[in-house]
């Protein structure tokens, strides 16, 4: 079955940097375009960063792009999101997940890492 194990989340000070990493099974993940996804308290879910397959490209929210880098390793089954400038608003649960060929996410979600910016 699908696994998605989200780590490395913690609390950081304004304009500190974190990496966080998913270890993903139950897929073909050498195939698979990856996403991070993010939900702050009361906020809805939102995409952060996105990669295609080894040799595509990367995309960002406009809200973190500069800021955050996406990254993956198909030899591991993980992707990674390397955090720089961290701001009090970059604060929530972060999500991992693979995308269909519609371009959304799979219907599953694993647990998250909570990133925690004080202000």
């Known amino acids: 079955q699908v696994q998605l194990v989200e780590s490395g989340g913690g609390l950081v000070q304004p304009g500190g940097s974190l990496r966080l990493s998913c270890a993903a099974s139950g897929f073909t993940f050498s195939s698979s375009a990856m996403t991070w996804y993010r939900q702050a308290p009361g906020k809805e879910r939102e995409l952060v960063a996105s990669i295609a397959i080894t040799g595509g490209g990367t995309g960002y929210a406009k809200s973190v792009k500069g800021r955050f880098t996406i990254s993956r390793d198909d030899a591991k089954n993980t992707v990674y999101l390397q955090m720089n400038s961290l701001k009090p608003e970059d604060t929530a649960v972060y999500f991992c997940?693979?995308?269909?060929?519609?371009?959304?996410?799979?219907?599953?979600w694993g647990k998250g890492t909570l990133v925690t910016v004080p202000s």
């Open positions: 997940n693979a995308l269909r060929t519609n371009g959304m996410p799979m219907n599953y």
